[in-house]
């Protein structure tokens, strides 16, 4: 009988034991994340175009994450990512607009007939405009693939460092523009002249969106055990990105567009450059 009663008590015991290091040590944890994230674009041409600030974007998330070993884990997940910034153009870029509101190919404007035939034959009633500045909210549905290194409990915290990439589909694009209007003055030789400068909203340039964004995205962080396997968690992540999330030559956009018109020549296409960075603070809690 004491033979018994040693062995139910140790098999006990034992079992308490696994079910404690099971919940201190799951090999599979998953949680959810709120993601406040400062983010601008950057531009590989800054003679062209300047990044004019941060715009204040906003996530969303599950995160799972897959136990390697007492140090290391694979962390993934899904979620939905708010993002944008702003950008200041700097060399005379502009574009047409049809009688809708709505941005017209570049080819389909005949700006080598000069200005005078330019403003008798506008049949669509097409304006034309030099762009200021844009601003650019995007949303992402958005897939981490990161390694998570972690410390050894030190007074109920655990410090990690993650490193790895975003892979991101745009489900959302729009573009609000700060635009001045070129109008006509037949009194003058050069009858284009600058105009009022308004803002457009909800604008979406179709054919020159790359709507994928793969990125690096490494930070540094914390967890906190509330009870068992359950912690809260926030870390701070940068994020840089590695694809332009403009097609790299305009079909809508044009340089020096007034200068152009006026002469009656073919503007060149304007190069683009928009890469989506950002510093995105993860707070959430993991089961």
């Not at 308004?198 to 340039?205: E, F, L, Q, Y």
């Not at 054919?207 to 359950?230: A, C, H, K, Q």
């Amino acid at each position: 009988m004491k033979k018994i009663l040693l062995l139910v008590s140790s098999t006990l015991l034992l079992a308490n034991s696994f079910v404690a290091q099971d919940a201190a040590d799951k090999k599979f944890r998953f949680g959810l994340r709120v993601s406040p994230t400062p983010t601008w674009l950057r531009s590989t041409d800054t003679k062209a175009v300047a990044g004019s600030g941060a715009k204040f974007g906003f996530g969303f998330g599950l995160q799972t994450e897959f136990r390697i070993n007492s140090t290391a884990s694979f962390v993934t997940g899904i979620g939905g990512d708010f993002l944008g910034g702003k950008q200041t153009y700097k060399n005379g870029q502009g574009y047409v607009l049809d009688k809708n509101g709505e941005y017209t190919e570049s080819d389909k404007t005949n700006f080598e007939g000069g200005p005078t035939s330019l403003n008798l034959n506008n049949t669509n009633n097409d304006k034309f405009y030099v762009i200021k500045t844009r601003s650019v909210k995007t949303t992402y549905v958005t897939i981490p693939v990161l390694l998570k290194l972690m410390t050894k409990d030190i007074g109920g915290f655990k410090y990690f460092g993650m490193f790895g990439g975003n892979i991101a589909i745009q489900t959302k694009y729009r573009a609000t523009d700060e635009i001045m209007e070129l109008t006509y003055d037949g009194s003058i030789a050069s009858p284009y002249v600058d105009g009022a400068t308004t803002t457009i909203t909800d604008m979406r340039p179709k054919g020159d969106l790359i709507p994928v964004n793969v990125g690096l995205n490494v930070g540094l962080g914390f967890e906190y055990n509330i009870s068992g396997s359950t912690s809260l968690f926030v870390n701070v992540n940068y994020l840089r990105g590695f694809i332009n999330q403009y097609q790299g030559t305009s079909d809508i956009m044009v340089d020096k567009i007034k200068e152009n018109i006026n002469a009656g020549t073919k503007p060149a296409k304007s190069k683009q450059s928009a890469f989506s960075d950002g510093v995105q603070i993860n707070i959430g809690v993991l089961f």
